[in-house]
């Protein structure tokens, strides 16, 4: 099973990217994917998950009503499209995915077995 997160770059504050997450191996047809992010010198932090089946989705409060998950069935991708973007989302943006969706753990990163390499997204004043 292969992750492959792409879509970076560079941008100004307020300006928008999205970002993709290719799966390879398996169709995650169950549990969850999400994204995550990791600022130089920080841990890396939860910004959204969509649960499989439902497309139940979640984000982290310093995204919401600026970053979308969104999944492509078609593509075979997950997608983040980012709004509004900020200097303070500079970080580098990882896709995760796991079979297994359990209450209240996925916003953690433990919880997920799968990640991409991640892709740089910075944001300039």
């Known amino acids: 099973v292969q992750l492959q997160a792409y879509g970076g770059g560079l941008v100004q504050a307020g300006d928008s990217l999205r970002l993709s997450c290719t799966a390879s191996g398996h169709t995650f047809s169950n549990g969850a994917m999400a994204w995550f992010r990791q600022a130089p010198g920080k841990e890396r932090e939860f910004v959204a998950f969509l649960r499989r089946g439902d497309n139940k989705k979640s984000y982290a409060d310093f995204v919401k009503g600026r970053f979308t998950i969104s999944r492509d069935n078609v593509k075979n991708t997950l997608d983040l499209q980012m709004n509004s973007l900020k200097v303070e989302d500079t970080a580098v943006y990882y896709c995760?995915?796991?079979?297994?969706?359990?209450?209240?753990?996925?916003?953690?990163?433990?919880?997920?077995?799968?990640w991409g390499q991640g892709t740089q997204v910075t944001v300039s004043s």
């Open positions: 995760a995915a796991d079979t297994v969706y359990v209450v209240g753990r996925m916003t953690q990163a433990r919880s997920y077995d799968y």
